[in-house]
């Protein structure tokens, strides 16, 4: 009898630990089949003078999973909550690699400049859904690479959107006066 109870222990300590072990690997799964999918794939560019400006829509749950690590179940709670976002990032290059921010492309000097990209630039940017609602861009992420890295870099959050709408990204160019820029993202936003 003493035999079969711990027979029965073991073989219950086997199934628990083999159970722990395949969440992990679940877990892994998800993280591996997310970065795997990327989301580069959704990127539109658009040349106008010597600027390069490439807009790219970033899946919400790529979003979330790289800022909150390989969490599947926090992961898929925070998109249930917040799948009318939208995440795009927006990003400007000189053909020569200049930098975008003096004077000589903003008529601004740079102080100036670096502010219009943090706070004001945000007023630039609307959405049209397929539904025809327009929307306008609720916050921004300015990214501060400090004149290492030849491009300027920005975040664009967008509310109420229906997730299975597609978008067209409107930007109204202040900053280097070039006009009405339009990025149409045709296909359904990525699922992961």
Not at 6 to 28: G, M, P, R, W
Not at 86 to 92: C, G, N, S, Y
Not at 164 to 172: E, M, P, S
């Amino acid at each position: 009898m003493n035999k079969t109870v711990k027979n029965l222990f073991l073989l219950f300590l086997a199934s628990l630990l083999f159970s722990c072990n395949n969440t992990n690997t679940v877990e892994d799964y998800k993280a591996f089949n997310i970065q795997q999918q990327g989301w580069k794939s959704k990127r539109i560019n658009q040349f106008i003078g010597d600027i390069n400006y490439t807009a790219t829509e970033v899946p919400l749950k790529y979003y979330l999973y790289k800022n909150l690590g390989k969490n599947s179940q926090k992961i898929d709670s925070i998109y249930t909550a917040n799948q009318k976002e939208r995440v795009i990032e927006i990003e400007f290059q000189h053909v020569d690699k200049k930098d975008l921010l003096l004077q000589d492309f903003t008529n601004k000097n740079y102080e100036e400049s670096v502010k219009y990209m943090a706070f004001t630039i945000v007023k630039d940017f609307t959405v049209v859904t397929s539904s025809n609602d327009t929307i306008k861009c609720s916050g921004i992420n300015f990214e501060r690479n400090f004149k290492i890295a030849p491009f300027k870099r920005a975040l664009l959050y967008f509310n109420n959107i229906n997730p299975d709408d597609t978008i067209k990204l409107i930007y109204q160019d202040q900053l280097f006066g070039n006009g009405i820029i339009k990025f149409n993202f045709k296909e359904i936003p990525l699922k992961l």
